[in-house]
């Protein structure tokens, strides 16, 4: 290839831009969610939160803050409980093939 075709084909790929992202919805409580559509576009605080165990930074990075506090009004008036939240960090993980993303671990005591 010659610097001029090679300059075409650059100019060419820059006038294409990025790589459109694609992403599908689930809902809960009825909040959508917008999630990525591949486990390489996640969030990595989000992902790390759910190695830690940490379910609801998990569900926070994943949905982001403010439909994490929509999802969160839709308790009320009373308050949002940790079982409540499990089966969204579940909904949230199943489709990235993650299991148990943001349950944390019971210790044992010896």
Same mark, same amino acid.
């Given at each position: /290839?010659?610097? #001029?075709?090679?300059?075409?084909? +650059?100019? $060419?790929?820059? #006038? &294409?831009?990025?790589?459109?992202?694609?992403?599908?919805? =689930?809902?809960?409580?009825?909040?959508?969610? &917008?999630?990525?559509?591949?486990?390489?576009?996640?969030?990595?605080? $989000?992902?790390?939160?759910?190695?830690?165990?940490?379910?609801? =930074?998990?569900?926070?990075? /994943?949905?982001?803050?403010?439909?994490?506090?929509?999802?969160? #009004?839709?308790?009320?008036?009373?308050?949002?409980? /940790?079982?409540?939240?499990?089966?969204? +960090?579940? &909904?949230? $993980? &199943?489709?990235?093939?993650? $299991?148990?993303?943001?349950?944390? #671990? +019971?210790?044992?005591?010896?």
């Amino acid at each position: /290839m010659s610097g #001029q075709q090679a300059a075409k084909a +650059a100019k $060419a790929e820059v #006038q &294409k831009g990025p790589r459109k992202r694609s992403h599908f919805t =689930i809902e809960d409580r009825g909040v959508t969610f &917008k999630l990525p559509a591949t486990a390489e576009e996640l969030p990595g605080d $989000a992902v790390e939160a759910g190695e830690e165990g940490k379910s609801v =930074i998990f569900v926070r990075e /994943m949905v982001g803050p403010e439909k994490f506090k929509e999802w969160k #009004q839709t308790f009320a008036p009373r308050r949002w409980l /940790m079982g409540d939240l499990e089966p969204l +960090a579940e &909904k949230l $993980a &199943k489709p990235y093939g993650f $299991a148990n993303a943001g349950e944390s #671990q +019971a210790s044992e005591d010896s």
